[in-house]
């Protein structure tokens, strides 16, 4: 059975400056595999650039990932970069908790 790993969040996940090899998702995989080589795991990087929750929600990108990840076991949140620009605490944290709603909903 293969462990699914999801990223989500803006530029410091997706890392698209770095080369391929040291992107988040590629170091989280490979240093998974060597910790749990009998456990196959999968880790999808669904960072963009520049994004920040709300707008990631609102723009249906979570929604594209949403019906092409066949599942997830883990899903890894790290916004906050870009959204301490455009809202406040509160604000901030309304909009997590409900992306984490929607993982919860998505992918019991």
């Known amino acids: 059975m293969t462990s699914r790993i999801a990223l989500f969040g803006g530029s410091s996940v997706r890392t698209s400056y770095l080369p391929e090899a040291t ?10 595999r060597r910790a749990y080589p009998n456990q196959a795991v999968e880790v999808t990087n669904c960072a963009d650039n520049g994004e920040f929750v709300a707008r990631y929600l609102l723009a249906g990108k979570y929604e594209n990932h949403r019906e092409n990840l066949p599942g997830i076991d883990v899903a890894i949140l790290r916004f ?3 959204d301490q620009k455009r809202m406040d605490v509160a604000e901030y944290k309304a909009h997590v908790n409900f992306f984490v709603d929607l993982l919860e909903a998505d992918f019991p």
């Not at 992107?23 to 998974?32: A, R, S």
């Open 23 to 32: 992107q988040h998702h590629n170091v989280l995989q490979e240093t998974l």
């Open 80 to 82: 906050g970069a870009n």
